[in-house]
C-alpha cells in the first residue's frame, strides 16, 4: 500500500497569500495517478487536480499543482477567501486508493 | 446534471448489517468505475471499495474485507455497498465516487452511518 503524508498539517495564512502543500508517497507513484481535493465543511471533496497537474473541469488558474517521482506540490497562487479549507492528496497506482491526512488551510 | 445521490444511512447496533445505495443520473453510469469513500466525524477521508464499470474488478481496503460488499446494477444506474458486522469503528458519512482520470471526479453528498447500542 502506498502512504501518503501531507505537510504542514494546518497552514495559517492571509488572503491574498501563496500557500503550498506538501504531499509525500511511500514510494514513487507515476504522476499520472496523483489527484488533489478540496473539502469544505459538511461537503463533499471537489476534484481540483487530476494527473498531478491538470486542473479538473471550472478550477480556477490560481490553482496548480507540480511534481513526480515521490513529491508533489499543490500551490493556490493567491488565496481567496473561499479558499480556506482542508486539502487532501490521492494517489490510486493500483489498489488500494489511498489519501493523505489532509492539510488544513485556515485565516491567520 | 451529473448527480449521485446515496441513501439507506441510519443508526444501526454492532454485529447488524445495512445496504446502502447510490443513485446516478446525468451520465452513462455503466461506462465508469465506481468507488465508496468514508469519513469518520472529524476525521480524514478513507477509501473502502472500488468496482469497475461492469463489475468485472471488485477490490475492498483491508479494514472492511470480508464484511462489505460492493456491487452494481448498471439496469437501475445504481451503486451498493452491503455492510455487515458492523463495528462502532464503521461509524462515518459514507459517500459514492465517479472515477475519471484516475482520480473522483463526481462525488455524493453521503449517507450517515452510526454504529452503536
Known amino acids: 500500500e502506498i502512504v501518503l503524508t501531507q505537510s504542514p498539517g494546518t497552514l495559517s495564512l492571509s488572503p491574498g497569500e501563496r500557500a503550498t502543500l506538501s504531499c509525500r508517497a511511500s514510494q514513487s507513484v507515476s504522476s499520472t495517478y496523483l489527484a488533489w481535493y478540496q473539502q469544505k465543511p459538511g461537503q463533499a471533496p471537489r476534484l481540483l487536480i487530476y494527473?498531478?497537474?491538470s486542473r479538473a473541469t471550472g478550477i480556477p488558474d490560481r490553482f496548480s499543482g507540480s511534481g513526480s517521482g515521490t513529491d508533489f506540490t499543490l500551490t493556490i497562487s493567491r488565496l481567496e477567501p473561499k479558499d480556506f479549507a482542508v486539502y487532501y492528496c490521492q494517489q490510486y497506482v493500483s489498489s488500494p486508493l489511498t489519501f493523505g491526512g489532509g492539510t488544513k488551510v485556515e485565516i491567520k | 446534471q451529473v448527480q449521485l445521490v446515496e441513501s439507506g444511512g441510519g443508526v444501526v447496533q454492532p454485529g447488524r448489517s445495512l445496504r446502502l445505495s447510490c443513485a446516478a443520473s446525468g451520465f452513462t453510469f455503466s461506462g465508469y468505475a465506481m468507488h465508496w469513500v468514508r469519513q469518520a466525524p472529524g476525521k480524514g477521508l478513507e477509501w473502502v471499495a472500488i468496482?469497475?464499470?461492469?463489475?468485472?474488478?471488485?477490490y475492498h481496503a483491508d479494514s472492511v474485507k470480508g464484511r462489505f460488499t460492493i456491487s452494481r446494477d448498471n439496469s437501475k444506474n445504481t451503486l451498493y455497498l452491503q455492510m455487515s458486522s458492523l463495528r462502532t469503528e464503521d461509524t462515518a458519512v459514507y459517500s459514492c465516487a465517479r472515477e475519471q482520470w484516475r482520480a473522483l471526479d463526481i462525488w455524493g453528498q453521503g449517507t450517515m452511518v452510526t454504529v452503536s447500542s
Open positions: 494527473g498531478a497537474s
Open positions: 468496482i469497475s464499470y461492469d463489475g468485472t474488478y471488485i
